[in-house]
């Protein structure tokens, strides 16, 4: 079998070609929630109760995607809390000083989904928005 120039060229190029893609997929950017849009607002309880009611629907409109959640503050701890036992929410950073068990915030976040065995939603990213 013969070699040519013109064909290692052009295999090199195809395996250039698709190291770049692979690079690019594996260390894509990161998502900026704070950026996106909410694709919907809800309470803390509603949200809850979709799930109870209708997991694998809630499932395919909530997963992986950025909300608003309303409810009041049930549990507090330096990177994360609970909205009416109901949700948990995950920050990046410090809670700020001013939010109180029993205070009535909005939160902004990505849904990771419900967790069966807690019986709890889980939300990371988040931020405060109210």
Same mark, same amino acid.
């Given at each position: 079998?013969?070699?040519?120039?013109?064909?290692?060229?052009? +295999? #090199?190029? %195809? +395996? /250039?070609? %698709?190291?770049? /893609?692979v690079? =690019?997929?594996?260390?894509? *950017?990161?998502? =900026?929630?704070?950026?996106?849009?909410?694709?919907?607002?809800?309470?803390?309880?509603?949200?809850?109760?979709?799930?109870?009611?209708? #997991?694998?629907?809630? *499932? =395919? *409109?909530?997963?992986?995607?950025?909300?608003?959640?309303?409810?009041?503050?049930?549990?507090?701890?330096?990177?994360?809390?609970?909205?009416?036992?109901?949700? #948990?929410?995950?920050?990046?950073?410090?809670?700020?000083?001013?939010?109180?068990? =029993?205070?009535?915030?909005? +939160?902004?976040?990505r849904?990771?989904?419900?967790?069966?065995? %807690? *019986?709890?939603?889980?939300?990371d990213?988040?931020?405060?928005?109210?």
């Amino acid at each position: 079998m013969k070699f040519n120039k013109k064909k290692g060229v052009l +295999i #090199f190029l %195809l +395996i /250039l070609l %698709l190291a770049i /893609l692979v690079y =690019n997929y594996i260390y894509q *950017e990161h998502r =900026n929630i704070s950026t996106e849009l909410p694709v919907t607002t809800i309470t803390a309880e509603k949200l809850f109760l979709n799930f109870k009611k209708d #997991f694998s629907g809630s *499932e =395919n *409109e909530y997963l992986d995607k950025t909300i608003i959640i309303n409810g009041s503050v049930s549990e507090l701890n330096t990177y994360d809390l609970t909205l009416d036992n109901m949700v #948990f929410c995950n920050f990046k950073d410090r809670i700020p000083s001013t939010i109180k068990i =029993n205070s009535n915030i909005e +939160i902004k976040g990505r849904m990771l989904g419900y967790d069966e065995l %807690l *019986e709890i939603i889980k939300i990371d990213q988040s931020i405060i928005t109210k």
